[in-house]
């Protein structure tokens, strides 16, 4: 999955690769939105929801009349939803029918490092069990030493939820391989629940909506598109570029559907947004059939609830980010028709979905003026070190690749270690766009190029997005468990080109 010699093109993700489909498209707002179903626990005693999730090859439709191969966790794509109660563990047993090894990752958990899900500790699949025990691991470079590899065919995940509630998600990560993975279909959400968001009395059930935002293109023969997974392509010059840019599809699914249609009652709503593409940074408007903008009430970001909702005209979603909306359709007549638009795409990228307002109903929800108080509020003084990571482009062996500090990844190398309880401050510098995400801990976005943060920015986050240029500092205590975690760009493309390196927590 490494980029060959082919030249590097220092551009934005965003604006470079774009894949073009080459099945007829059908017209937006026409497929309904589906609801990822939510997964019912195998059992619930002993106070432990456990679960569990076959991963496997299904044909699934997601182009009307086009039959698509996918890789799916337990059969849909997105997956299905785990619901999850703070502190009540959740344990998934996974199951790999797939016919590569795969890695799953809780996005956003705080969960001990022997389940979170290391690039090289492997689900690996039944046809491969003969290998287990064996020497080295068979077509997978960089993994040589066995030693290194713990793998099993089926595995279990315990995930503690000892989180404030937000909106999780779960995807594949296994070393070189997890953007072309991802683009096959594996990931999930995983929400996390408490008592204090339920206090709000915020909208739900119908009037809650979870959004995976991917986006995708599709090959002549109905199958997803990607460079790396057409050996035919492989040589061809190119080919490499997109992907060495992150890959971008001209086809953008909201829970696995084409541009849907949502049909809802004219009342507030709670949409909750995943930018699940693998290198699609995205900036959300809604608006209303008569050109008006809705506003876009955030109360939460990618590890809850803000302390108070701030409002946007237009938000920006960089890739793995959440954003917990609400959105008002009070004003919207009956018959009448909200589009999210995407203000950087162009042609059809500029549509994402609508809501048709096909009912009214009585509202009595409201925005909460305190969303939570129990935010971190980290100040730089206390911080007992600084460190700094430039994440930009270099060579990478005999081609190109994504680095971190001037280097690519080894899962033999340390690259930091931290002291379980530290406060350290950390200071990002990108070349590009590059979405950063650390494994285990949330962090305040303290500074963006010198200056305060941007509205976005609010709460407390998991992946910064790092602007072509730009330098950010972000603030975090390393509580919670020890062991090997992972920081990297969570463009998909760029990670699997390199761009990660290891987080030890002693
Ligand atoms: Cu969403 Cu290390 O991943
Ligand atoms: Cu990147």
């Not at 205590?477 to 493309?493: T, V």
């Amino acid at each position: 999955a490494l980029a060959s010699s082919a030249a590097l093109a220092h551009r934005p993700a965003g604006t470079g690769g774009l894949l073009r489909s080459a099945v007829p498209l059908p017209p937006a707002f026409r497929v309904p939105l589906p609801r990822p179903r939510v997964l019912a626990p195998v059992s619930t005693a002993g106070g432990v929801d456990r679960y569990e999730i076959t991963q496997r090859e299904t044909v699934g439709e997601i182009l009307p009349g086009v039959r698509t191969p996918l890789w799916t966790y337990g059969g849909s794509f997105p997956g299905p939803t785990v619901e999850a109660r703070r502190g009540r563990p959740t344990v998934v047993t996974h199951r790999n029918e797939l016919p590569v090894p795969t890695v799953v990752h809780l996005h956003g958990g705080r969960t001990p490092a022997e389940s979170d899900g290391y690039p090289t500790d492997l689900v690996l699949p039944g046809s491969w069990s003969e290998h287990r025990h064996g020497g080295g691991m068979p077509g997978m470079p960089g993994m040589a030493d066995p030693r290194a590899v713990q793998s099993r065919v089926v595995r279990e995940y315990t995930f503690p939820n000892e989180q404030r509630a937000t909106m999780l998600w779960y995807h594949d990560h296994r070393m070189d391989y997890t953007a072309p993975a991802i683009w096959r279909g594996l990931a999930g959400l995983h929400l996390v629940r408490d008592d204090s968001e339920r206090a709000l009395e915020l909208p739900d059930g119908e009037r809650e909506v979870p959004l995976v935002i991917t986006d995708r293109a599709f090959a002549a023969d109905g199958s997803l598109a990607y460079p790396s997974l057409d050996p035919a392509l492989r040589d061809r010059p190119g080919v490499q570029e997109p992907y060495a840019a992150g890959v971008l599809g001209d086809v953008i699914l909201v829970n696995g559907a084409p541009w849907p249609v949502h049909e809802v009652a004219a009342v507030r709503h709670r949409l909750r947004l995943l930018n699940a593409s693998n290198a699609r940074h995205y900036e959300i408007e809604a608006v209303d059939q008569d050109g008006r903008t809705l506003d876009l009430v955030q109360i939460g970001a990618d590890q809850g609830l803000l302390a108070a909702p701030v409002t946007h005209r237009r938000l920006p979603l960089a890739p793995a980010e959440r954003y917990d909306l609400l959105v008002d359709f009070g004003a919207v007549k009956t018959g009448g028709t909200v589009r999210l638009l995407n203000r950087l795409g162009s042609g059809r990228t500029r549509e994402v979905m609508a809501f048709r307002v096909v009912r009214q109903e009585r509202d009595d929800s409201r925005v909460p003026a305190v969303l939570s108080t129990d935010l971190p509020q980290w100040r730089r003084e206390e911080a007992v070190r600084v460190r700094e990571f430039a994440f930009r482009a270099g060579r990478m062996g005999e081609g190109h690749g994504w680095l971190i500090g001037g280097r690519p990844f080894d899962p033999a190398r340390e690259d930091v270690s931290v002291r379980l309880g530290d406060l350290e401050v950390w200071r990002l510098i990108a070349d590009v766009h590059h979405p950063v995400h650390l494994h285990l801990v949330g962090f305040r976005i303290l500074s963006r190029g010198g200056r305060a943060p941007l509205p976005h920015d609010a709460g407390l986050k998991d992946t910064v997005s790092l602007r072509p240029g730009e330098a950010a500092e972000i603030i975090t205590r390393f509580d919670g468990y020890r062991g090997r975690y992972l920081f990297h760009c969570h463009n998909a493309e760029h990670e699997d080109m390199g761009m990660m390196a290891n987080l030890e927590v002693r």
